[in-house]
């Protein structure tokens, strides 16, 4: 079975940096986008980022507008997801989540939870004040 697995996550201060990977332990299917979702603790689990896979089109949660970076890389089939400028409120679990539809060319961007099929177990992000 397919498997998504990050890394990456760990103990920063306030305005540091971090930089999430996601690899595929196999090529799942034919991915149409990615994602990265966070959960902070008790709470739901929310949209980050994500990346239309044809047309590397991005998209990203407006509390990290400006401030974070979404990209792949094919060879590898590995997403990345880079934070800067951390605040004590990006506290969460980030997860990166695949999804088989690509709306490269459209409108429409994958930012919902069915969006995507496969999602990995999430690694923790922990921001210091």
């Known amino acids: 079975q397919v498997q998504l697995v990050e890394s990456g996550g760990g103990l920063v201060q306030a305005g540091g940096s971090l930089t999430l990977s996601c690899a595929a332990s196999?090529?799942?299917?034919?991915?149409?986008?990615m994602g990265w979702f966070r959960q902070p603790t008790g709470k739901d689990l929310e949209f980050v980022a994500s990346?239309?896979?044809?047309?590397?089109?991005?998209y990203y949660a407006d509390f990290v507008e400006g401030r974070c970076s979404i990209s792949k890389n094919n060879a590898q089939d590995t997403l990345y997801l880079k934070l800067d400028s951390l605040k004590p409120e990006d506290t969460a679990v980030y997860f990166c989540a695949a999804g088989r539809t690509d709306y490269s060319g459209s409108y429409y961007y994958p930012h919902r939870l069915i969006d995507f099929e496969t999602w990995g177990r999430g690694t923790q992000v922990t921001v210091s004040s």
């Open positions: 196999e090529r799942p299917f034919t991915i149409g986008g």
């Open positions: 990346i239309k896979w044809l047309d590397e089109t991005t």
